[in-house]
């Protein structure tokens, strides 16, 4: 929690429109975060180091995104400003909501199966899970990088702030589109080479997951879209059924399915957030 609150330094980059700070952090976060989880993997180091990999990946992006920051600006300690505080809060409040839905999305599926599966089971899960999830850099970047291009263009000119959102779209259609195929047809060998011969049995897992971040890669610009024009309680409402469908999912289908029933859970969730964030 304490490096996703000191995340705000990014928020330097986005006001300056600096992403190769952001698109640099994210991809070393993306790229330690695997590797951290491979080595726990081929080591066998348990479950332990793994939460702990976790931490040292938010660690590397903290460093990469503080030391360049400093040439941007002098961060002081915070001074208080109650009527601007509760005018930010009321504004982030949906969003901060979001997240934690989000957050649970990703982690209630991996405790419940940890519950009731054991961690055998969890390995098997978290080896195509983290590559789906490493797979999600380009969206984020790409995103990150319209937002405030998105926000100006919807005070001065909608035609633009259309186009870019069109864009966006149509490039990361393209590019979710190509990623399934390229899972579905070759998954398992990428498991076998990343992960060992002892994670073959991840491959359909990493074949239904995809499809997950398939949804994120089409949904990603709407849920961007409803903040820029203010409807972020929307997105909130969206998430939080999102999330009591993936719970009472995981707690049907985990002890039936194991770790393939969570990335049915996973899939079935985001499809319903994209199909709300469409409509």
């Known amino acids: 929690l304490i490096f996703i609150a000191l995340g705000f330094i990014q928020t330097i980059f986005q006001a300056d429109l600096r992403y190769e700070y952001i698109v640099l952090s994210s991809f070393f976060w993306r790229v330690s975060s695997l590797l951290f989880l491979i080595l726990a993997v081929r080591l066998n180091l348990g479950l332990a180091f793994i939460v702990i990999s976790f931490l040292l990946a938010e660690a590397v992006r903290f460093i990469i995104l503080y030391v360049p920051s400093r040439k941007f600006v002098d961060i002081k300690l915070p001074t208080i400003d109650v009527k601007l505080w509760i005018e930010l809060v009321k504004k982030a409040f949906p969003i901060y909501i979001t997240s934690l839905l989000v957050a649970t999305i990703r982690n209630i599926d991996v405790m419940i199966l940890t519950k009731v599966k054991g961690f055998a089971e969890v390995g098997l899960y978290l080896a195509p899970y983290r590559l789906c999830d490493?797979?999600?850099?380009?969206?984020?970047?790409?995103?990150?990088?319209?937002?405030?291009?998105?926000?100006?263009?919807?005070?001065?000119?909608?035609?633009?702030?259309?186009?870019?959102?069109?864009?966006?779209?149509?490039?990361?259609?393209?590019?979710?589109?190509?990623?399934?195929?390229?899972?579905?047809?070759?998954?398992?060998?990428?498991?076998?080479?990343?992960?060992?011969?002892?994670?073959?049995?991840?491959?359909?897992?990493?074949?239904?997951?995809?499809?997950?971040?398939?949804?994120?890669?089409?949904?990603?610009?709407?849920?961007?879209?409803?903040?820029?024009?203010?409807?972020?309680?929307?997105?909130?409402?969206?998430?939080?059924?999102?999330?009591?469908?993936?719970?009472?999912?995981?707690?049907?289908?985990?002890?039936?399915?194991?770790?393939?029933?969570?990335?049915?859970?996973?899939?079935?969730?985001?499809?319903?957030?994209?199909?709300?964030?469409?409509?």
């Open 134 to 279: 490493m797979s999600l850099s380009l969206p984020i970047m790409l995103m990150g990088s319209v937002f405030p291009l998105m926000s100006k263009f919807y005070q001065q000119d909608l035609n633009i702030f259309r186009k870019i959102y069109q864009k966006s779209f149509d490039i990361l259609s393209v590019c979710g589109i190509l990623l399934t195929v390229l899972v579905l047809v070759v998954g398992g060998k990428i498991i076998i080479l990343l992960f060992g011969p002892d994670f073959v049995r991840s491959a359909p897992a990493f074949r239904i997951l995809i499809f997950s971040s398939l949804f994120v890669y089409l949904a990603i610009g709407s849920g961007i879209l409803l903040i820029v024009v203010g409807k972020q309680k929307a997105n909130m409402w969206f998430y939080l059924l999102g999330a009591s469908l993936n719970i009472m999912l995981n707690l049907i289908l985990i002890p039936r399915l194991g770790f393939i029933g969570a990335a049915v859970s996973n899939v079935i969730t985001m499809l319903l957030i994209i199909s709300l964030t469409f409509y």
